[in-house]
């Protein structure tokens, strides 16, 4: 959905949105990764892409035009703030996406100023989407579960078997993806950021719900566990323990 | 003119709306928000000896009108408490309470230690946290073992101490009776209701610590139903929460007999909460010519109001 929203000025890829359901039997809100943004016209617009999956997207999903939402955001730093690297015109870009992880990459991919190459993780080709937005930004290349669209198996598959290399790589998806990313940087040293999802309340760093297990000590409760959603939602992959 | 200011232990609020434990950190984050100053109290969460990592995730788990929540007291420490939140809160003209939490009675008692030489304007001890295996809820649900850390601390607190209440109790009068009994200043509840939610598509716990502390809308009934059982039983202030999100739920609790309320899992669905049911609040007396906060505690049973 797009949402017309001041909100989108100043928005950065990686960024969400804390949504709240109107049903008074849903207390806490849903946090959506921005997608796309469009500031040219006030005020902007941000799009969500969400899957369905319990009662409050589906209530989202039943929201048609000129209806209101309550948000909150742009919450969390975004794809940028954490990156220690330099990013130039040179610079060669790997944009991971697994299943529902894969939004943010539509904004990171029109926000970076470099070569970009994003792969793909669905589990059919009856479950793609977002894909002729990804190759508008750069190349794509596709990984399916079942092998009926693209490369069969998973991102980490796809990146092996078409030898793609970059300079740095931004990922976000389900566990066991971030997981296999990681391992991928740490083998052929290449920097990653990766954008992590936890179940939160507040979206903005009061009520310690979110956090994930850093190899540092967080400012917040100086123990190892960063608030996914003010710390991150993107972390350098080598800096939490996933 | 209106009064809404309250006197709990000789200390004024400005109005009788506080925060819950746990749910506004120390105000860092809400004050965004909300305006710090316009609040009766910012009560800040449990702040123990040490660093507690707390609980792994998932912590929380919305449930029907109400979430599960088992963070496990998940704080700095005090040194960091004093360093930062209460430098923090020391440019508020809001009352202070600091919630303090421990898995010994040696634990509660030095930080209450601790605190007594900072602008901490009161204590509230957590005997009731559901989400930790050792100290908190241990305390709060055997009469004898909160008889004796309510005397241990009461011994040494500067500043007047508030026992927060369990309501997985059989018994919530004597509870608070034995919290008055050895000292207490007053006592606050209800803290979170022990429930579980199962994941029937994967055939597990939602939380990673299986049960959690309820919360939200869904518990105010019982909440202000046990309110009204302590405040029959003790002559102490009582310090009403669970489920408040508007108003006329901050009022069902006063006139049940709290002489404050708490603001608490509301202040995830919408952070203005506390502002407007201060704002409702002062609507209602308004209109309905009521110009002392303090005619409306325990109205609907004390027999002064009969």
């Known amino acids: 959905m797009w949402l017309s929203t001041n909100a989108a000025a100043g928005a950065i890829a990686g960024q969400f949105l804390s949504v709240f359901p109107n049903s008074d039997s849903m207390q806490l809100m849903r946090p959506l990764s921005i997608c796309e943004t469009d500031s040219s016209s006030a005020p902007g617009k941000i799009r969500l892409v969400y899957r369905v999956v319990g009662k409050g997207t589906e209530e989202f999903s039943h929201l048609s035009e000129h209806d209101s939402v309550v948000i909150i955001g742009p919450n969390g730093n975004g794809f940028f703030a954490p990156v220690k690297e330099k990013i130039g015109p040179d610079t060669r870009a790997l944009l991971i996406g697994g299943g529902i992880g894969i939004p ?32 508008r930004e750069g190349e794509l290349v596709i990984a399916t ?17 078409n030898d793609i290399d970059a300079d740095i790589i931004f990922a976000c998806g389900p566990k066991p993806m971030l997981k296999a990313v990681a391992a991928l940087s740490q083998k052929r040293g290449i920097p990653a950021y990766i954008s992590m999802e936890e179940r939160m309340a507040c979206g903005i760093g009061a009520c310690l719900s979110c956090v994930t297990p850093s190899s540092d000590i967080d400012d917040h409760s100086k123990v190892k566990n960063k608030r996914v959603c003010v710390d991150g939602p ?8 996933l | 003119m209106i009064d809404m200011s309250v006197n709990i ?37 449990g702040v123990s000896l040490t660093p507690w990592p707390g609980n792994p995730t998932p912590r929380i788990a919305e449930t029907y009108g109400g979430m599960l929540n088992a963070i496990g007291l998940q704080n700095p420490g005090i040194d960091t408490f004093i360093e930062r ?12 309470i600091v919630n303090v939490c421990g898995k010994t009675v040696e634990e509660y008692v030095e930080v209450v230690e601790r605190l007594a030489d900072t602008n901490a304007d009161m204590l509230e001890i957590n005997v009731s946290c559901p989400n930790v295996k050792e100290g908190a809820i241990a305390f709060g649900q055997d009469p004898q073992a909160l008889a004796h850390i309510t005397r241990e601390i009461r011994k040494k607190a500067r500043q007047p101490v508030i026992m927060k209440l369990s309501p997985n109790v059989s ?4 509870m608070a009776k034995v919290c008055e009994d050895n000292g207490a200043d007053a006592v606050s509840l209800i803290n979170t209701i022990t429930g579980m939610k199962i994941d029937v598509k994967r055939r597990t716990f939602v939380l990673a610590n299986k049960t959690g502390g309820l919360s939200g809308r869904a518990i105010k009934p019982v909440a202000v139903r ?77 027999e002064e109001f009969l």
Not at chain 2, 18 to 44: I, W
Not at chain 2, 85 to 96: K, Q
Not at chain 2, 228 to 247: D, E, F, H, L, R
């Open chain 1, 104 to 135: 943010p990459m539509v904004e990171l991919a029109k926000q970076l100023k470099c070569s970009v190459v994003t792969v793909a993780g669905y589990r059919s080709r009856n479950d793609m989407f977002l894909t002729k937005e990804l190759e």
């Open chain 1, 145 to 161: 579960d079942d092998g009926s669209f693209g490369h069969l198996g998973t991102v980490t598959d796809a990146i092996e078997q």
């Open chain 1, 234 to 241: 993107v972390f350098p992959a080598s800096e939490v323990r």
């Open chain 2, 9 to 45: 232990a000789q200390v004024v609020l400005k109005n009788p709306v506080m925060t819950a434990s746990g749910t506004f950190g120390s105000g860092v984050e809400y004050s965004e928000f909300v305006d710090l100053n316009k609040l009766g109290a910012v009560v800040t969460k």
């Open chain 2, 85 to 96: 939140d209460l430098r923090f809160l020391s440019d508020f003209d809001t009352v202070i």
């Open chain 2, 171 to 174: 018994d919530i009068a004597l």
């Open chain 2, 226 to 302: 046990m309110v009204y059982q302590a405040a029959n039983a003790v002559k102490i202030p009582v310090i009403g929460m669970g489920g408040i999100a508007t108003a006329e739920d901050a009022l069902e609790f006063i006139m049940a007999g709290a002489a404050a309320v708490a603001v608490g899992a509301a202040n995830f669905t919408d952070p203005y909460t506390t502002l407007k049911v201060i704002d409702g609040i002062g609507q209602y007396m308004t209109d309905n010519n009521v110009t002392d906060i303090k005619e409306l505690i325990g109205c609907v049973w004390k």
